[in-house]
């Protein structure tokens, strides 16, 4: 696979782990198993089980998880057709669904605030 097309891979790639990291550790359809990892990540009796619990709580955490299952499904290699490019395409992956996953945050927290000082200016017209 040409360098070119190995970093086409590494982008695209890049995005489902970031929609797959951000949905299950922000959004509401995962709220209730969330706050029950939230728990147990602060409330559990054993050192492995809190950690084994935070892990379903932080996206940059849960996106490891999500790599290693994608580099599995696709069996994508960075530079070195070994297990060496397994690594580098596994913290390669990850960094960028990160970099990926702040800018979304970004973009939301703009987009809110938009909509807040909207809703503000609409009630102060209204009264």
Known sequence: MSLNT???????????????????????????????????????????????FYLFT??????????????????????????RGYLIAGFSLVWIANVYMSLYNLIRIDLKKERLLAKKEEESLNS
């Open 58 to 83: 932080c996206e940059y955490c849960f996106s490891h998880y999500v790599t290693v299952f994608i580099l599995i499904l696709t069996d994508f290699q960075l530079l070195l057709m070994d297990w």
């Open 6 to 52: 190995q970093l086409i891979w590494l982008f695209v790639l890049a995005i489902p782990i970031a929609c797959i990291a951000w949905t299950v550790t922000h959004e509401e359809v995962f709220r209730e198993p969330r706050e029950y990892c939230v728990r147990n990540s602060h409330e559990g009796r054993t050192l492995f089980k809190r950690k084994f």
